[in-house]
């Protein structure tokens, strides 16, 4: 099983059923729409999903309000939608000339490519936001390479992966799973649960239960990532994004 916590920094276990390997690592607040030029908390008018319907950019937000920004989850919704459609490069550079919706494609006065989410230019992702998840999601998935590989795992073994915390909770599974965050894995075995940490805490209270977490702490076993050889290359790998099956 893997498990991951995920906001500004990155708690991800990995547990076999007998050992129990934890590592965190620094996601960065990308997660949290913070350093993405069109960010924005959960409010109304908050872009919350993006689909490709009728030729052109379906853009979901809270209440069904005018597009304001993009949350954690719609950034990662919005750039597996444009991913697939060719407007960003597996190495998550914009395609400056895509096959299809080449008019949404531009550049800032610094010469910074930008994609249109919106026909009338009021709402924009940049080069730099791109890069800003790629770093963020690259570090989760090598951290939980890196703990994969330390117990002989490969993707088939797990049995369950558990996104949780303020943004892990309310992810979509598939655009997680798609732009490489994850290991890709059949969907009934991912779960996200809002506030893991909380719920686990409360299971402690009880004599019996704060029996089990001591157990439990004592199996632990923290991973130094930056000690790992192979980290920074799993790292940099995991920042592209994958090759997507046909829909």
């Known amino acids: 099983?893997?498990?991951?916590?995920?906001g500004t920094n990155g708690e991800v276990l990995v547990t076999d059923?007998?050992?129990?390997?934890?590592?965190?690592t620094a996601a960065g607040p990308a997660f949290e729409g913070v350093n993405i030029s069109c960010g924005s908390r959960a409010v109304?008018?908050?872009?919350?999903?993006t689909k490709f319907v009728d030729g052109s950019l379906d853009l979901k937000t809270i209440n069904d309000e005018p597009p304001i920004g993009l949350t954690g989850s719609g950034l990662l919704a919005t750039v597996y939608e444009l991913v697939k459609l060719?407007?960003?490069?597996k190495n998550g550079r914009i395609n400056q000339n895509p096959e299809i919706m080449k008019e949404r494609i531009g550049r800032d006065e610094e010469g910074i490519p930008f994609i249109r989410l919106m026909e009338d230019n009021s709402l924009t992702l940049t080069q730099w936001d791109i890069r800003e998840l790629q770093k963020a999601k690259g570090a989760i998935r090598a951290a939980v390479d890196t703990l994969m590989q330390e117990l002989a795992f490969k993707p088939d073994d797990l049995d369950k992966i558990l996104l949780t915390g303020s943004f892990g909770g309310q992810v979509d599974?598939?655009?997680?799973m798609q732009i490489g965050m994850i290991p890709k894995v059949s969907l009934d075995k991912v779960e996200t649960v809002a506030n893991g940490a909380g719920l686990g805490a409360a299971k402690f209270l009880t004599e019996d239960g704060f029996e089990l977490g001591e157990r439990l702490a004592k199996k632990a076993?923290?991973?130094d990532l930056d000690q790992n050889p192979?980290?920074?290359?799993?790292y940099v790998e995991s920042m592209n994004f994958p090759d997507y099956d046909s829909e």
């Open 1 to 6: 099983m893997v498990a991951i916590d995920l």
């Open 17 to 24: 059923g007998e050992q129990i390997l934890c590592a965190s």
């Open 44 to 49: 109304d008018g908050a872009v919350v999903d």
């Open 86 to 89: 060719g407007l960003i490069e």
């Open 173 to 176: 599974i598939t655009a997680t």
């Open 221 to 223: 076993k923290q991973i």
């Open 230 to 234: 192979n980290f920074v290359m799993t």
